[in-house]
Nanobody, 123 residues
Framework: QVQLVESGGGLVQAGGSLRLSCAAS????????MGWYRQAPGKQRELVAT???????NYADSVKGRFTISRDGAKNTVYLQMNSLKPGDTGVYYC?????????????????WGQGTQVTVSS
């Protein structure tokens, strides 16, 4: 099994910054990709950003130029630096990891989710 533990959420004023962290632990052979998703009240969960390598990242249009995703492979950790935050960024942010548990596991891996961390941006 794999556990994902997020940290770094909180309350910030519009225009401010926050940095989220997510550390993966457990039975890990390799991590194919990691990412962040968010869910605002009354809305579906949506992709924020994903990363395979530092040169292979993907962002939602709404956060491009403001958010930066990065990954520390040695620590099995993914980060999300969020700048110029807006009230529309408010929500619960979930970490996701696609993990291979062993060399014999399917290459496509299995998806795991963290518990979520609340981000609230006040106007």
């Amino acid at each position: 099994q794999v556990q994902l533990v997020e940290s770094g959420g909180g309350l910030v004023q519009a225009g401010g910054s926050l940095r989220l962290s997510c550390a993966a632990s457990g039975t890990i052979f390799s991590i194919n990709a990691m990412g962040w998703y968010r869910q605002a009240p009354g809305k579906q969960r949506e992709l924020v950003a994903t990363i395979i390598t530092s040169s292979s990242t993907n962002y939602a249009d709404s956060v491009k130029g403001r958010f930066t995703i990065s990954r520390d492979g040695a620590k099995n950790t993914v980060y999300l630096q969020m700048n110029s935050l807006k009230p529309g960024d408010t929500g619960v942010y979930y970490c996701n990891a696609n993990v291979r548990s062993s060399v014999w596991a399917p290459i496509r891996g299995s998806d795991y989710w963290g518990q979520g961390t609340q981000v609230t941006v006040s106007s």
